[in-house]
């Protein structure tokens, strides 16, 4: 599978990467293994810099929904995007966007500045 995570629950941190061709129901899998763990309020940081997608709007706009119906029902932890092309960094901002709640969300360019912020961020 394209997405691959570790949830440290001592922590509250859920670490993703995410690596190829990935559809929105592999996304949909990994959200669903989050709320079985417990684990939506915590820090995220996804690695998306060898991600590609190929996603229609329609399928964007699922996604945005999916996440709105999950932050009326629990809390979200922030979240810290890394990507390595324009395109990627166009569907992160795209799933921002879509997605407001009561959560920080960034999108850098190197896991060390991703770490660097989401450690500053409260959880």
Known sequence: MPINWTISHPRRVVEVDVEGEISLA????YLDALVVADAMPYAKLVDCRKMTAHWN????MLLG???R???SAMKGG???FVVGTPEIRDYARRYINLTPGEREVKIESSPEAARIWLQAQPT
């Open 26 to 29: 592999e996304v949909e899998h």
């Open 57 to 60: 709007d329609d399928e964007v």
């Open 65 to 67: 929904a999916r996440i």
């Open 69 to 71: 119906a999950y932050a």
């Open 78 to 80: 922030p979240v810290v």
